[in-house]
């Protein structure tokens, strides 16, 4: 039965009408400072925290309810008779129902200009001791954190005078995965200028949505984000139309920004199953589009495509046309989105930063009993280095980098051809390079001669660059580095192609 609550409110949001049913109810109150205050304002009788502890709250707030009398009365096991003899022998009454919520430590860190002593001051340490003692004893005691269950718990001690156990239980959980996310905030917010890889992980994410399913139908699936505004991710995404985004949809946009950002100037990218299948940089979004689309106009169907610019009338118009699952870009005009208005499945999103590169970040892969963490792939050449006799042109070369940029992004063994900043062919994802490469050639539908190649690790084999050679491929852009490479420069020397190492491998598994 629930005779006693102790009430200390940081967000006081409906605190008042909870409290005041709780008196109606016949429970005593006991709180601290401001919502005490509050509640006596209200007409609801309250007894001051400092009365029952003998002891003011002092040091700004930092002890309030750090006492052994309210921690007793909390912790006491009700069942145990020793608890019980202890609790009289103290003088300790027992505490039935426990109402905190903590300092706003997320809200503090994420206003603009937050000094570290703010930040620390808003670390709550009193009602996380609180909620934990409420939660260990939840067999006994009902422990509230979220507004949200005052309803909820009202209504059940208007029932039976108390909460259920399997209230009680749930309750309890509530408040240790919250005050775990609280704590997880605050090592991220001192560690952020720290080494990431540290002896224990602790990550935390908040729920954006539930999905229908995830990547397949009879999977349960659901999207968390990282606290924080974080620009120029899709969670910055506001969705001006259509269905509600998919799993798959997320992955795959995810992979279109990514890849997205290797550019500044004016580019689009479609992406079929988180690989590139077209991509192309022009003089404005329209002509890039133009390009991008006629790379692999097969492929693009049900795709996602990310702009890096404003799309305008012109090219909804064209875009119109194709079955496309996404479009991101920063913005649509007017024209556009009236345009798009017609096609009422089709998603929007509109992503302002969409060129923000994000901090330092960590690049996670779930693997059977644990995870494996790196730190985001931002690098894109160590060194470039012309090996061959035969040197690219200035636009040979400004091709090679677009190239190896893409195939950075494609699933490894990855190869790109691509002329005039525009992907002629890719080859993802296949167990041997020269696969990828033949893939590549034998899915392209355009003519290759002239074009570049970019290959997302070393040619363990000349055979890549002969099969080049047969295509009229002029030019190379690859890490370098195998046993071989002789053998490749060698090659490429009598077939009059040129090849450029860039000292940095891209593998993507
Ligand atoms: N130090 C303590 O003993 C302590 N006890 C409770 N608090 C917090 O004080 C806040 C409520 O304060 P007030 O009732 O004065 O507005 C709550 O967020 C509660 O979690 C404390 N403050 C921080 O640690």
Redesign the pocket.
């Known amino acids: 039965m629930i005779k006693r609550a102790l009430?200390?409110?940081?967000?006081?949001t409906g605190i008042v009408d909870f409290a005041r049913d709780l008196a109606e109810l016949g429970i005593e109150i006991l709180?601290?400072?401001?919502?005490?205050?509050?509640l006596r304002d209200a007409g609801i009788k309250a007894i001051d925290?400092a009365d029952v502890t003998g002891f003011p709250?002092c040091l700004d707030?930092?002890?309030?309810?750090?006492?052994p009398v309210i921690h007793g009365g909390i912790l006491a096991i009700r069942d145990r008779e020793e608890h019980q003899k202890t609790l009289e022998e103290l003088k300790i009454t027992t505490i039935d129902l426990v109402v905190?919520?903590?300092?706003p430590f997320k809200e503090t860190i994420l206003k603009e200009g937050v000094t570290l002593e703010e930040a620390i001051e808003n670390?709550?340490?009193?009602?996380?001791?609180?909620?934990r003692s409420a939660a260990k004893n939840h067999k006994f005691v009902t422990v509230v954190t979220d507004p949200e269950d005052y309803k909820k718990v009202v209504e059940e001690i208007k029932v039976q005078a108390d909460t259920t156990l399997k209230t009680r239980y749930d309750l309890a959980l509530k408040v240790f995965q919250h005050t775990s996310h609280y704590d997880a905030l605050i090592a991220s917010y001192l560690g952020k200028d720290k080494d990431i890889l540290r002896e224990t992980l602790t990550l935390t994410y908040e729920k954006v949505q539930d999905l229908r399913y995830g990547e397949n139908p009879h999977q349960q699936a659901a999207f968390y984000r990282e606290v924080g505004p974080q620009r120029g991710t899709l969670v910055e995404g506001i969705q001006l139309q259509g269905k509600e985004l998919s799993f798959n949809n997320i992955n795959d946009a995810n992979g279109a920004l990514e890849l997205l950002k290797e550019f500044d100037e004016p580019t689009v990218v479609a992406i079929k199953h988180t690989n590139p299948c077209g991509v192309a940089s022009g003089i404005n979004i329209d002509e890039a589009y133009s390009k991008a689309f006629e790379a692999d106009p097969l492929s693009i169907f049900g795709g996602i495509v990310a702009s890096n610019d404003v799309i305008g009338e012109k090219t909804a118009e064209r875009m119109k046309d194709v079955f496309l699952e996404v479009i991101i870009a920063p913005d649509f005009t007017k024209e556009a989105l009236e345009i798009f208005s017609e096609k009422q499945n089709l998603r929007l999103i509109k992503l302002p930063h969409i060129k923000a590169r994000g901090e330092k970040a960590l690049d996670i892969k779930k693997v059977g009993g644990g995870i494996l963490v790196q730190d985001t792939n931002k690098a894109l050449i160590e060194e470039l280095k012309v090996v061959t006799e035969a040197k690219p042109t200035k636009s040979q070369l400004e091709d090679l980098i677009f190239a190896f940029k893409i195939v950075k992004h494609v699933k490894s063994n990855a190869i790109v051809l691509v002329k005039d900043k525009q992907t002629l062919a890719v080859g993802p994802g296949q167990t041997s390079r020269i696969w990828a490469l033949k893939n590549a050639i034998k899915n392209s539908q355009h003519i290759l001669r002239g074009s570049v190649l970019a290959s997302d690790a070393f040619f363990p084999f000349s055979d890549c660059v002969e099969e080049a050679a047969k295509e009229g491929i002029t030019t190379i852009i690859q890490p370098g580095g195998s046993l071989k490479d002789k053998e490749s420069i060698q090659a490429c020397n009598e077939k009059g192609i040129s090849m450029v190492f860039t000292g940095m491998r891209h593998f993507k598994h």
């Open positions: 009430i200390s409110v940081s967000d006081k709180s601290t400072g401001g919502t005490a205050k509050l925290v709250e707030g930092r002890v309030k309810t750090l006492h905190i919520n903590l300092y670390i709550d340490i009193g009602g996380p001791t609180m909620l």
